[in-house]
């Protein structure tokens, strides 16, 4: 049995608000239908949580509502909509609204200004008609000539003299001429339908014409009837194709039959009132090649004062259009990364000719203009491609510059008639859609799984060092999950240049100063947000781990311990280099607390797992990060000399290569007499540069692709005397089939079973291992197969993935829906 107690707190044409609770079944959520008249509109769950509600005894007070009613129902004859409960089918609420139409008086008034404009320009296209028959007297047969003798530049070609001359010579002198790029096999057709305007075509082109992108396109022009300058489009705007209507189609009908002559393999819509910003154009083309799932991709939209007009378009359950960001400031990182989008706007889509005519084109259904772009997107999802935002395009739009923004007259008009019939073809799908503009943030990524908050010191470089190397590999693998990423850098709120840009590119929401300014901050905002809080390093987490579980309650933290810093501060301490004792207890004591505070703690090896289990902590993970393996390198006879690679930051790696080169270095060269030493990594310090003027001894620095040293190497080695957590050096040699003569310490957590053969205690083991295993080409291979076999299995996507699967828990489900 259910009874329902339901309020409405308010009711208009624009939304309805209050709150259903059923009184026999507390823990149901009320699903409340919407009916207009008898026909289904719209449903909306009553689920929203308010304190007054809670206060009042309604439930625990997470039984409100509010639903945002569409554009084409603000005004109108008169209106009866039925709240109907979708489980026992009983009527909540009929709310009925009178007629609403302009004042009789406003509305003549209106009328009357409406009929004097439209008489002043019927005189004045009567008089520009004229015009243009003139015109095309004369143009036409010169055009023609001027084609078919194919001169070099239409500009300087000879004019007869008369009225055309003169006409061509104004022109010429308000709109400079304009070259577009000729190319005989273009990639991209660039289709720009038009209707008179052309000072924004001439505008549009002149930017395109100037851009220094590489991507070979060519530009078609569709005039659906100008009687402006557009009619002398051939003679200013040189390799430009033109097609003109013989009749009037509309927009839309220009915009496929501008496709229909396309010979490039990728379309791309462009309004005439948009002015592309340098690299538009590639960006827009690199996402479609490092995307192939991707069908359609646009613009990050900029109004002409610099704000932002649109970062990707959601649409609200009733379909009402959200341009995501309008207003805001474009380099916000919000608004950076690339992420799907209900829609992309027809001022600046671009999608792959395959699946335009999969598709059919845009469909005629929504004659003559408007939401056939939001339609075209819908039904490519539907049909299994993605719909992508590109950030790096960003394109200037003057909105309404070609069509209006006035929704009563005008083109502009059709907006709110096509409105309704988007609703009708998708209403099942828009049921997933939020139904008010009331949470933008977590909407934009609606299909997230779950919402990850990832906090580092700094923005990752993995070509850099192996912490950065395991943020980025989980940062990649969480996504592969489902997740939506969120990235700060806690120490450094900057962007950080490429490597940000990187994050960004590979769909990671970067928060970053001047926008975000704190960890407390951005949560202070977004608390509500995340479902998993995940702290990468030492400092980071004994640093925040406080705020996030105050702020953020509900979230799940993590901790990734990248290494255990106060037990590489002990080792270190042994070798008589590592500060007072005292210091080391409170680094140990802080880290131990965060650990403590933490719902899973993630280490990348098992010997540090023990560490921590032996102090209490059960909620420990060895999860290390993935890394490729290169199975088909150069054999043994192929291959000389050794290779070290460390980044210089990490001070264990100085001090190894210090100790090795002192103390190894020597007695290896008596037994190996023409025996090389390759050293490479990044922020070396000129004490280890200076290494490079002992014989044998190259000092490379840093080196952008490892790739070509590890195929070229014989052996790697890591003589590291103290530190702590997985070595990546150690783990990428194996990986790429390049055997590593380490000490315990650097294959510390490596279970690899050949062990005894490439672990070095001490200088005479290290020279007497590695001189055998240089020159012993049988061994050596045995070495190399082993450790890519060890590394297949434990350092691949899958092993990891398992791994970050068990530290986030349940919340690493698919999407519902």
């Given at each position: 049995?259910?009874?329902?107690?339901?309020?409405?707190?308010?009711?208009?044409?624009?939304?309805?608000?209050?709150?259903?609770?059923?009184?026999?079944?507390?823990?149901?959520?009320?699903?409340?239908?919407?009916?207009?008249?008898?026909e289904?509109?719209?449903?909306?769950?009553?689920?929203?949580?308010?304190?007054?509600?809670?206060v009042?005894?309604?439930?625990?007070?997470?039984?409100?509502?509010?639903?945002?009613?569409?554009?084409?129902?603000?005004?109108g004859?008169?209106?009866?909509?039925?709240l109907?409960?979708?489980?026992?089918?009983?009527?909540?609420?009929?709310?009925?609204?009178?007629?609403?139409?302009?004042?009789?008086?406003?509305?003549?008034?209106?009328?009357?200004?409406?009929?004097?404009?439209?008489?002043?320009?019927?005189?004045?296209?009567?008089?520009?008609?004229?015009?243009?028959?003139?015109?095309?007297?004369?143009?036409?047969?010169?055009?023609?000539?001027?084609?078919?003798?194919?001169?070099?530049?239409?500009?300087?070609?000879?004019?007869?003299?008369?009225?055309?001359?003169?006409?061509?010579?104004?022109?010429?002198?308000?709109?400079?001429?304009?070259?577009?790029?000729?190319?005989?096999?273009?990639?991209?057709?660039?289709?720009?339908?038009?209707?008179?305007?052309?000072?924004?075509?001439?505008?549009?082109?002149?930017?395109?014409?100037?851009?220094?992108?590489?991507?070979?396109?060519?530009?078609i022009?569709?005039?659906?009837?100008?009687?402006?300058?557009?009619?002398?489009?051939?003679?200013?705007?040189?390799?430009?194709?033109?097609l003109?209507?013989?009749?009037?189609?509309?927009?839309?009908?220009?915009?496929?039959?501008?496709?229909?002559?396309?010979?490039?393999?990728?379309?791309?819509?462009?309004?005439?009132?948009?002015?592309?910003?340098?690299?538009?154009?590639?960006?827009?083309?690199?996402?479609?090649?490092?995307?192939?799932?991707?069908?359609?991709?646009?613009?990050?939209?900029?109004?002409?004062?610099?704000?932002?007009?649109?970062?990707?378009?959601?649409?609200?359950?009733?379909?009402?259009?959200?341009?995501?960001?309008?207003?805001?400031?474009?380099?916000?990182g919000?608004?950076?990364?690339?992420?799907?989008?209900?829609?992309?706007?027809?001022?600046?889509?671009?999608?792959?000719?395959?699946?335009?005519?999969?598709?059919?084109?845009?469909?005629?259904?929504f004659?003559?203009?408007?939401?056939?772009?939001?339609?075209?997107?819908?039904?490519?999802?539907?049909?299994?491609?993605?719909?992508?935002?590109?950030?790096?395009?960003?394109?200037?739009?003057?909105?309404?510059?070609?069509?209006?923004?006035?929704l009563?007259?005008?083109?502009?008009?059709?907006?709110?008639?096509?409105?309704?019939?988007f609703?009708?073809?998708?209403?099942?799908?828009?049921?997933?859609?939020?139904?008010?503009?009331?949470?933008?943030?977590?909407?934009?990524?609606?299909?997230?799984?779950?919402?990850?908050?990832?906090?580092?010191?700094?923005?990752?470089?993995?070509?850099?060092?192996?912490?950065s190397?395991?943020?980025?590999?989980?940062?990649?693998?969480?996504q592969?999950?489902?997740a939506?990423?969120?990235?700060?850098?806690?120490?450094?709120?900057?962007?950080?240049?490429?490597?940000?840009?990187?994050?960004?590119?590979?769909?990671?929401?970067?928060?970053?100063?001047?926008?975000?300014?704190?960890?407390?901050?951005?949560?202070?905002?977004?608390?509500?947000?995340?479902?998993?809080?995940?702290?990468?390093?030492?400092?980071?987490?004994?640093?925040?781990?406080?705020?996030?579980?105050?702020?953020?309650?509900?979230?799940?933290?993590?901790?990734?311990?990248?290494?255990?810093?106060?037990?590489?501060?002990?080792?270190?301490?042994?070798?008589?280099?590592?500060?007072?004792?005292?210091?080391?207890?409170?680094?140990?004591?802080?880290?131990?607390?965060?650990?403590?505070?933490?719902?899973?703690?993630?280490?990348?090896?098992?010997?540090?797992?023990?560490?921590?289990?032996?102090?209490?902590?059960?909620?420990?993970?060895?999860?290390?990060?993935?890394?490729?393996?290169?199975?088909?390198?150069?054999?043994?006879?192929?291959?000389?000399?050794?290779?070290?690679?460390?980044?210089?930051?990490?001070?264990?790696?100085?001090?190894?290569?210090?100790?090795?080169?002192?103390?190894?270095?020597?007695?290896?060269r008596?037994?190996?007499?023409?025996?090389?030493?390759?050293?490479?990594?990044?922020?070396?310090?000129?004490?280890?540069?200076?290494?490079?003027?002992?014989?044998?001894?190259?000092?490379?620095?840093?080196?952008?692709?490892?790739?070509?040293?590890?195929?070229?190497?014989?052996?790697?080695?890591?003589?590291?005397?103290?530190?702590?957590?997985?070595?990546?050096?150690?783990?990428e040699?194996?990986?790429?089939?390049?055997?590593?003569?380490?000490?315990?310490?650097?294959?510390?957590?490596?279970?690899?079973?050949?062990?005894?053969?490439?672990?070095?205690?001490?200088?005479?083991?290290?020279?007497?291992?590695?001189?055998?295993?240089?020159?012993?080409?049988?061994?050596?291979?045995?070495?190399?197969?082993?450790?890519?076999?060890?590394?297949?299995?434990?350092?691949?996507?899958?092993?990891?993935?398992?791994?970050?699967?068990?530290?986030?828990?349940?919340?690493?489900?698919?999407?519902?829906g």
């Amino acid at each position: 049995m259910s009874r329902a107690v339901f309020h409405l707190d308010h009711a208009d044409r624009k939304s309805l608000a209050g709150w259903a609770y059923d009184v026999d079944r507390p823990e149901r959520h009320i699903c409340i239908i919407v009916l207009d008249g008898t026909e289904y509109l719209t449903e909306v769950t009553a689920n929203t949580f308010r304190k007054d509600l809670e206060v009042a005894g309604v439930g625990t007070g997470d039984h409100a509502f509010h639903l945002a009613l569409p554009s084409f129902l603000q005004q109108g004859p008169a209106l009866r909509l039925r709240l109907i409960d979708a489980d026992t089918r009983a009527v909540l609420a009929v709310i009925s609204f009178a007629a609403e139409f302009e004042p009789a008086g406003q509305l003549l008034r209106r009328l009357g200004e409406q009929l004097q404009r439209e008489l002043g320009e019927a005189g004045a296209q009567a008089e520009r008609s004229l015009a243009a028959r003139t015109l095309l007297d004369g143009m036409l047969p010169l055009l023609d000539s001027l084609l078919q003798a194919a001169q070099p530049a239409l500009d300087e070609s000879p004019l007869p003299d008369g009225p055309f001359q003169a006409a061509l010579a104004a022109a010429r002198e308000r709109f400079p001429p304009v070259t577009l790029r000729d190319h005989a096999a273009p990639r991209v057709s660039i289709i720009i339908p038009v209707f008179g305007k052309f000072e924004l075509t001439h505008a549009c082109l002149a930017t395109l014409s100037e851009l220094p992108d590489t991507t070979p396109y060519e530009v078609i022009l569709v005039d659906d009837g100008s009687v402006d300058e557009t009619l002398l489009a051939p003679l200013l705007i040189r390799h430009l194709r033109l097609l003109r209507n013989r009749s009037t189609l509309g927009f839309l009908r220009s915009c496929n039959a501008g496709a229909a002559m396309a010979r490039g393999e990728l379309l791309y819509f462009l309004n005439n009132d948009t002015e592309l910003q340098p690299g538009s154009l590639d960006a827009l083309v690199t996402l479609l090649e490092e995307e192939p799932e991707t069908g359609i991709v646009g613009s990050k939209l900029i109004n002409k004062d610099g704000t932002l007009q649109e970062a990707g378009g959601i649409i609200l359950r009733l379909a009402d259009g959200v341009n995501y960001g309008r207003g805001g400031d474009p380099l916000d990182g919000r608004f950076n990364y690339r992420r799907d989008a209900d829609y992309v706007s027809g001022a600046s889509l671009m999608t792959r000719r395959a699946v335009f005519d999969q598709l059919g084109g845009f469909d005629e259904e929504f004659l003559p203009a408007y939401y056939e772009d939001t339609d075209y997107c819908f039904r490519a999802r539907a049909a299994g491609w993605r719909v992508r935002y590109q950030p790096r395009s960003a394109v200037i739009h003057l909105e309404g510059g070609t069509g209006g923004t006035d929704l009563a007259v005008g083109p502009k008009r059709h907006q709110v008639v096509n409105a309704r019939r988007f609703l009708q073809r998708w209403r099942k799908v828009l049921l997933r859609h939020a139904p008010a503009a009331t949470a933008m943030e977590r909407e934009k990524d609606r299909g997230a799984a779950f919402r990850m908050l990832f906090i580092d010191a700094t923005v990752p470089t993995p070509r850099q060092d192996a912490g950065s190397a395991a943020a980025a590999c989980h940062i990649r693998l969480l996504q592969h999950m489902g997740a939506k990423v969120t990235f700060i850098a806690a120490s450094h709120m900057g962007l950080q240049g490429e490597d940000g840009e990187a994050l960004q590119d590979a769909g990671i929401e970067v928060l970053h100063h001047p926008f975000a300014w704190s960890v407390e901050e951005v949560l202070r905002r977004r608390k509500d947000e995340f479902d998993v809080i995940y702290l990468h390093r030492g400092e980071v987490a004994v640093r925040h781990i406080a705020i996030c579980r105050a702020l953020a309650p509900k979230a799940r933290i993590v901790y990734s311990v990248a290494d255990l810093h106060f037990l590489r501060l002990e080792r270190q301490a042994e070798l008589g280099d590592a500060g007072p004792a005292p210091a080391i207890d409170v680094r140990r004591e802080a880290e131990m607390a965060a650990i403590m505070q933490a719902d899973a703690v993630i280490v990348h090896s098992s010997a540090e797992a023990s560490v921590l289990r032996a102090c209490m902590a059960s909620h420990v993970e060895v999860v290390p990060w993935a890394v490729p393996l290169v199975p088909d390198g150069p054999g043994h006879a192929e291959r000389q000399g050794l290779l070290f690679v460390g980044g210089f930051r990490h001070p264990p790696n100085s001090d190894g290569i210090r100790w090795f080169v002192q103390r190894v270095w020597p007695g290896l060269r008596d037994r190996l007499p023409e025996l090389t030493l390759t050293i490479v990594g990044s922020h070396m310090p000129d004490e280890i540069r200076a290494l490079g003027a002992q014989p044998g001894i190259t000092v490379a620095g840093y080196v952008e692709e490892l790739a070509p040293l590890y195929a070229a190497h014989r052996l790697a080695v890591a003589p590291l005397r103290y530190g702590a957590g997985l070595k990546g050096k150690v783990i990428e040699a194996l990986a790429t089939g390049l055997p590593c003569i380490g000490t315990p310490i650097a294959y510390e957590g490596i279970g690899l079973p050949c062990i005894g053969s490439v672990q070095a205690a001490g200088e005479e083991e290290f020279i007497l291992k590695l001189a055998a295993l240089y020159k012993d080409a049988v061994a050596w291979h045995a070495v190399r197969e082993t450790g890519l076999a060890f590394a297949r299995s434990e350092y691949s996507e899958a092993a990891v993935t398992a791994g970050l699967q068990r530290a986030i828990g349940a919340l690493a489900l698919p999407a519902a829906g």
